[in-house]
């Protein structure tokens, strides 16, 4: 262009309109230069349009440097040409500016009935900041109840408020803008009057609608009551919300009980809510076959607890799948009348550890329109209900794990002790946690183990069944021909191993036929599976438990229960027999030794379950002579010098056992023992002493005492081996 030099004219931009500035100059004298574009003079123009010139160009330049719009002015003049016309703006109506309580002001630059919106929703926004301390409306819209919104809620997602009486009292239009603006103002009285008649409704609408959902929950439909009573919930929240703002705008009323009827209303829907509940019935720590399905089916059942009552749910679905394991089992199922599900696994695959079904409710199969926020409290409670059902798989063919192996060796030693048995289809009693005799997850892993290892061996022939209790072991409840029945009892040992302990007993004289016991490597079992033997609580390990007069089936329990006592807890004892097996007539002895001094008590168990105290006795009752030191090395038992008594060999045949106990105090294991008869014995047929037995104090003192414990197989005078043992070597399975 030249030097310009020259005063800038030409079309001006006014800030904020939109409009396009043009600028130009004229050129300094004699450059010979020609101006682009002719240009008015400004002598045509007065001196307030120079002014209005000048001030949008200033306007319009700082826009343009800063990015920023310039403000609107109060009076704006937009000018056409060179001075041929402009549009002159009214000035602006002084309620533009003013605060007034109950008065807010729309602008809109779109539309005036854009600027009543605006105007109306100013209103509700100051009105709920002073109401709720924060602007949490939405969704607003007009409607012919008047202007209506939606406020977010603590209790349910969103509260619909229609608010009457949010008049526009006055319209203001700027066509050079253009620019539009509104004043709208909430009339106290009419608002009031009208929230008022609508909490009387809503106040009906919850009294209807809580008949309804207390009819229903007595009725036991929990889900169709929840529904209701969150619909209740929905009204309460409105009516309580209406109440708020009618305090707030009328605070001279008297105000509802609209916020007691929400909290109780919440109290009541949540005590529904919480009190649906997914239990397990039966199915549990079975033992599959290959191949084949479980026995019992997987049962659940989902109540409703209120009160101390509980209420079956039924149409409930619920799914069923594998969390470990593999296999195939019932999907989804729904709860009957009495809201129990029974599911059928079809089969297991085999492998190792456990195979675990969890049986959780899928509220996305209910069938029912439940609301967003229902729905989701739903979800989140359901969803801690969750049940779980662990089981043994098949063994994996080869099975090489640790703990196989260790069953395998423990199976191996049962058979080669089983002499009158041997064939005997053999029924499995079950192995429980020796402290609290309670059946753990891993009861069931190890039945499979040993039982796989038995039925390999085929010395036993095991039951194709589910464990059965001891006093159903020798009825009918069997199938009739069991003769021989498998048990154990197992815990963690000091080693940080697991002890096992399995014996085999003849059912038609309760002769025990067959002892071995083990200790399984820590290796060999899972974390989960050390979890659950270290959370085991045991209530001051008593020694034994006490029987009814005339029970021998319980007396053979106790007899069996003081066999597995153990003492982890204290010095360390052994108890070895000179030979592992003896013959009918021969005099079979055991040696003994302790790491710390200590008094003596020695206990023969008998095959036919006899319990006899063999020291002290009659001939020894003076507690000093039961003395050993712990430097004395190995000390015979019987000792040939000092005890009056001896292991003679006799029928009938078994495993003959003897316990050691021995306590660092010289106190009577037994303290009312009577030894008149040389020695303290008892027999089925003395059972109801048990009762009348008073232990030592020093037993609820772990490291007072010690217990050992060894046994000796019975055979026949000329017999080598056990019947057992000889089958093992005719297959070829042993060697030796």
């Not at 043009?22 to 450059?31: D, E, F, R, V, Y």
């Not at 729904?334 to 675990?356: I, K, L, Y």
């Not at 007069?549 to 982890?568: K, M």
Request: aromatic share 6%.
């Amino acid at each position: 262009m030249g030097d310009c030099r020259g005063t800038i004219v030409g079309f001006a931009l006014l800030a904020g309109t939109g409009l396009v500035l043009l600028m130009g100059c004229t050129t300094a004298p004699n450059s010979g230069a020609k101006d682009p574009l002719p240009l008015p003079s400004t002598s045509a123009l007065s001196h307030e349009d120079q002014a209005a010139i000048k001030a949008d160009m200033e306007a319009a330049q700082e826009e343009l440097r800063t990015g920023k719009p310039a403000p609107v002015p109060a009076q704006s003049t937009r000018v056409v040409s060179g001075g041929s016309g402009r549009c002159e703006s009214l000035p602006l109506p002084g309620w533009v500016g003013q605060t007034v309580p109950l008065q807010a002001v729309g602008r809109s630059s779109v539309s005036q009935e854009d600027a009543d919106k605006s105007a109306r929703l100013e209103m509700i926004k100051s009105l709920e900041v002073k109401i709720e301390g924060s602007d949490r409306t939405s969704q607003q819209e007009t409607t012919g109840a008047g202007f209506s919104y939606s406020v977010s809620s603590d209790v349910v997602e969103t509260v619909q408020i229609t608010i009457s009486g949010l008049d526009i009292l006055q319209r203001h239009a700027d066509r050079c803008g253009p620019y539009y603006y509104s004043l709208a103002r909430l009339d106290r009285e009419q608002a009031v009057n009208a929230w008022g008649v609508d909490l009387k409704a809503l106040g009906e609408q919850h009294g209807e609608l809580t008949r309804q959902a207390a009819t229903l929950q007595e009725q036991g439909e929990v889900l169709a009551a929840l529904k209701l009573w969150h619909q209740v919930l929905e009204v309460d929240a409105n009516a309580e919300q209406l109440d708020r703002r009618i305090r707030y705008l009328g605070p001279d009323r008297a105000g509802s009980e609209a916020g007691t009827r929400l909290e109780q209303t919440r109290q009541r829907f949540a005590a529904l809510l919480s009190s649906l509940k997914l239990e397990k019935l039966a199915g549990d720590h079975q033992r599959a076959r290959p191949g084949k399905p479980l026995s019992d089916r997987l049962t659940i059942q989902v109540l409703s607890t209120m009160q101390g009552h509980d209420r079956p749910v039924p149409e409930m679905p619920v799914v069923f799948s594998f969390e470990a394991g593999k296999g195939e089992v019932d999907s989804v199922l729904r709860t009957n009348q009495q809201g129990r599900a029974e599911a059928r696994v079809r089969h297991v695959e085999p492998g190792q550890g456990s195979a675990v079904i969890v049986v959780k409710v899928a509220v996305d199969q209910l069938g029912l329109n439940l609301p967003p926020s229902l729905r989701e409290q739903l979800t989140r409670h359901l969803a801690e209900q969750v049940v779980k059902f662990s089981m043994t798989p098949p063994p994996l063919a080869g099975d090489n794990s640790p703990l196989a192996m260790a069953l395998h060796d423990l199976a191996l030693r049962l058979s080669s002790h089983v002499n009158d048995s041997d064939g005997a289809l053999t029924v499995l009693q079950g192995f429980l946690e020796n402290r609290t005799k309670a059946r753990l997850a891993l009861s069931a892993r190890l039945e499979t183990g040993l039982v796989s290892g038995l039925s390999r061996f085929g010395v036993l022939r095991m039951m194709d069944g589910e464990v059965v209790k001891a006093e159903d072991s020798t009825n009918s409840s069997t199938g009739g021909p069991a003769q021989a029945v498998l048990s154990a009892v197992y815990e963690a040992d000091a080693a940080g191993g697991l002890w096992l302990s399995a014996k085999v007993v003849r059912l038609r004289d309760h002769v025990v036929e067959a002892v071995a016991e083990g200790t399984i490597p820590r290796m060999a079992l899972t974390g989960e599976d050390w979890r659950e033997l270290n959370g085991v609580v045991a209530g001051g390990r008593p020694p034994v438990s006490s029987v009814g007069a005339g029970q021998a089936e319980s007396f053979h329990r106790w007899v069996e229960g003081f066999w597995d006592l153990r003492n982890p807890a204290g010095f360390r004892t052994e108890l070895v027999a000179d030979r592992p097996q003896y013959r009918v007539g021969e005099k079979a002895s055991f040696r003994f030794r302790t790491t710390q001094d200590c008094y003596l008590t020695v206990i023969s168990i008998g095959v036919s379950g006899s319990w006899i105290v063999l020291s002290p006795n009659h001939y020894r009752s003076d507690l000093r002579q039961t003395f050993v030191r712990a430097a004395d090395g190995w000390v015979t038992i019987p000792d040939s010098i000092k005890d009056e008594f001896e292991f003679t060999v006799d029928r009938p045949l078994g495993t003959e056992r003897i316990k050691t106990i021995c306590m660092k105090q010289p106190t009577p294991l037994v303290k009312n023992m009577d030894v008149s008869r040389g020695y303290f014995m008892l027999t089925p047929s003395d059972a109801a002493a048990v009762n009348r037995m008073e232990w030592s104090d020093l037993l609820s003192q772990g490291n007072q005492w010690s217990e050992a414990h060894a046994g000796i197989v019975t055979l026949e005078a000329g017999e080598t081996d056990t019947k057992g043992l000889r089958g093992l070597k005719a297959r070829g399975l042993v060697t030796q």
